[in-house]
C-alpha cells in the first residue's frame, strides 16, 4: 500500500529508476520519468518508451524494484511484480496524457506496464553534508589508489604496472559529479532486484567506488546508473569487490540510457564477454 506521502513524491519532475533481472542475471537500473500512481492505492503505472531491455526482462521475470527521489534528497523503493503490459484502456489513457508523451510527437507510448506494489520502504532523506563527506572521502581514497580514473598505470599484485580502463571521458564525467542522481542495483536474497541511491559514488580506476553493506559480497553482479540534469544518463555493470569503506564496481560494461542510443552498449572492457 501506498501512503500520501509516497504518493507526494511521484510528482512529473520526480526521478523514478526502475530496476530489473535479466535471464543470464544481470541486473539492470535505468530512469524511467513516467513512473505514477494507478487506480488503485497499491498500483504503479510506467509508460514503455526506449526501455526494451527492461521491457525483455519482465516478460522473463516479473519481479522489479523502483526508486523515487527527488531533488532535496527523499526517496524510497518500491517492490513489487508486472502484471501486464497494456496498449489501450484507462491506464494507457492516464499515462498518455503526462506532458512527456502528450505534447512530444517524438515520444509515442507504445505501451503502460502496470505494476502491483508489494512492499514500499518508508521515506527517508539523505543529508547533504553526509553525501558531501562520502565524495570526499571517496575522491581521497581513489586519489590513494593513483589518479587512475584518468588512465594512469596502476600498480597490479606481483608488482606489474597495468592501465586502467579508459572510459568514455562523457561517462566518467557524469559520474564524477556531485551534483548528479547516482543509484546502485542488484539481486537481492529474496529474488526481486535492489535499488539504492549512491550520489557519492565515483569513478576510480575503471571502477565505481560505491557504498559497502549487507548483501553486496565480493562478485555480486551489480549496476549504477547517473542521471544529470542535462538531462543525460548511463548506466554501467559488473562485479562488486567488497570493501571498506567502500566496495568497488568493477565495470565491464557502459550503456547509453538516453537518446539517441538508449539501451546501446558504447563500452567495453578488454576481455569481456558480450
Known amino acids: 500500500m501506498l501512503s500520501p506521502a509516497h504518493l507526494e513524491m511521484l510528482a512529473p519532475t520526480a526521478p523514478k529508476f526502475v530496476a530489473t533481472l535479466g535471464e543470464d542475471g544481470w541486473p539492470n537500473v535505468v530512469p524511467v520519468l513516467s513512473v505514477c500512481a494507478g487506480q488503485e492505492p497499491s498500483q504503479l503505472l510506467f509508460g514503455e518508451f526506449m526501455i526494451n531491455k527492461t521491457r525483455r526482462n519482465l516478460e522473463a521475470d516479473p519481479h522489479l524494484a523502483i526508486l523515487v527521489i527527488t531533488q532535496d534528497l527523499r526517496y524510497y523503493a518500491v517492490r513489487g511484480r508486472l502484471v501486464a503490459f497494456q496498449r489501450a ?6 499515462v498518455s496524457s503526462q506532458p512527456l508523451f502528450r505534447y512530444n510527437p517524438y515520444t509515442g507510448l507504445r505501451a503502460v506496464g502496470i505494476v502491483r506494489v508489494e512492499e514500499a520502504s518508508p521515506v527517508r532523506r539523505l543529508s547533504a553534508a553526509g553525501v558531501a563527506a562520502s565524495f570526499l572521502g571517496r575522491r581521497l581514497s581513489a586519489a590513494g589508489r593513483a589518479p ?9 599484485p606481483g608488482g606489474r604496472g597495468r592501465e586502467a580502463p579508459a572510459w568514455p571521458p562523457p561517462v566518467r564525467e557524469k559520474f564524477a559529479r556531485l ?3 547516482k543509484v546502485l542495483a542488484w539481486r537481492g536474497e529474496h529474488g526481486y532486484p ?16 560505491v557504498r559497502s553493506g549487507r548483501g553486496l559480497p565480493s562478485g555480486t553482479l551489480a549496476a549504477a546508473a547517473v542521471l544529470t540534469a542535462d538531462p543525460v544518463a548511463y548506466q554501467v555493470k559488473g562485479r562488486l569487490a567488497a570493501g571498506q569503506p567502500f566496495a568497488r564496481l568493477e565495470v565491464t560494461r557502459i550503456y547509453s540510457a538516453c537518446p539517441p542510443l538508449p ?12
Do not use: H, T, Y
Not at 148 to 156: H, T
Open 89 to 94: 484502456g484507462p491506464a494507457f489513457d492516464l
Open 263 to 274: 539501451g546501446e552498449l558504447i563500452w567495453r572492457a578488454n576481455g569481456c564477454r558480450p
Open 194 to 209: 535492489v535499488v539504492v541511491p549512491d550520489p557519492a559514488m565515483i569513478p576510480s580506476a575503471g571502477a565505481l567506488l
Open 148 to 156: 587512475s580514473a584518468l588512465g594512469r598505470p596502476l600498480q597490479a
Open 179 to 181: 551534483k548528479a542522481l
